[in-house]
């Protein structure tokens, strides 16, 4: 009789862990798969087709009608730079899909340090999914999204 018991509780856990697993993915998709909305993402896009075509960082504030050549540090050139390539190569589409990926890992790295830390396959999801719900105004194609990775 235990025998038949463990095997059918070590079964309802695997289920349990899949679908709560399934449950962070299907939210991070659902937060996440969506067009462009922010307007900065143009900005971004600009100066990074710039750094593609002139081969330098952008160190002036190029855009501005101002003070053009005001110095301007530039945190911010390596995203840009993979915006423009990932846009001229895949569209605005592509964007869409890169940033849903970039969510997507977020959420997984968050549910797997919750459960090596011992958190149940549920709590790790619940929490993973609050979080993200937390979050889902961040969620855009800016440079911070990389940051959530690290």
């Known amino acids: 009789m235990m025998p038949t018991d ?3 509780l070590e079964k309802n856990i695997k289920v349990g862990s899949a ?33 593609l075509e002139t081969g330098r960082l952008v160190t002036t504030n190029l855009f501005s ?3 053009s050549d005001y110095p301007w ?3 911010e050139w390596l995203f840009q730079v993979l915006l423009a390539a990932l846009h001229g190569a895949a569209g605005w589409r592509g964007l869409t ?11 997984l790295i968050l549910y797997a340090s919750i459960r090596t830390r011992g958190g149940r396959p549920v709590t790790a999801a619940a929490l993973a999914i609050i979080t993200l719900g937390a979050a889902q105004f961040r969620l855009t194609e800016r440079p911070h999204l990389f940051s959530y990775l690290f």
């Not at 993402?41 to 990074?48: D, E, I, Q, R």
């Not at 890169?98 to 959420?107: M, S, W």
């Open 97 to 107: 899909i890169a940033k849903t990926f970039v969510v997507l890992l977020f959420a």
């Open 19 to 51: 679908l709560s697993l399934s449950a962070v993915c299907g939210t991070a998709v659902l937060l996440s798969f969506y067009k462009v909305t922010t307007w900065d993402v143009f900005w971004h896009l600009k100066v990074g087709q710039v750094i």
């Open 65 to 67: 009608s101002v003070w």
């Open 6 to 8: 463990v095997k059918w």
């Open 73 to 75: 540090p530039n945190p």
